[in-house]
């Protein structure tokens, strides 16, 4: 059984909860599949999708054609899709250095690090306190 392996760039994206592994393989056209569906399908939202496709569109970093592939747990899916957004980031300027100043000037390569603060003890959400009450 021989098994041809197809050269590719992996990286890995988080926001909140959702953790995502991208992988880039260079084609002659692209085309972006999440969890084996593609995006389009995955995220039924027209702004998820613009959220996958804006990383795409950066005229300074010499993008070319990619089969991107992405395995993505956890989170919700305005978090998926941008943990699937900041690992090609990662996945791109891992292939080709120069493209990191122009990927970073827009905003790609941060990771947003808001997350859920938790409950406290004694209180009804983390934050918020019981009604006082006199008697």
Do not use: C
């Not at 909860?17 to 393989?25: I, K, P």
């Not at 056209?29 to 995220?43: D, G, L, M, Q, W």
């Amino acid at each position: 059984m021989a098994t041809t392996k197809t050269p590719y760039i992996e990286g890995i994206g988080r926001r909140k909860t959702a953790s995502a592994r991208v992988r880039l393989t260079p084609a002659t056209a692209t085309s972006i599949t999440v969890n084996n569906k593609p995006h389009t399908e995955y995220f039924k939202h027209l702004a998820l999708q613009q959220v996958l496709s804006d990383i795409l569109e950066t005229k300074e970093a010499g993008i070319e054609n990619y089969t991107i592939t992405a395995k993505v747990v956890g989170g919700g899916i305005s978090s998926q899709a941008d943990a699937i957004r900041l690992g090609i980031a990662r996945a791109l300027v891992m292939e080709k250095e120069s493209r990191r100043i122009p990927l970073k000037r827009e905003g790609f390569l941060k990771r947003d690090p808001r997350a859920v603060e938790r409950k406290k003890f004694g209180l009804r959400k983390a934050r918020k306190r019981p009604a006082w009450s006199k008697r």
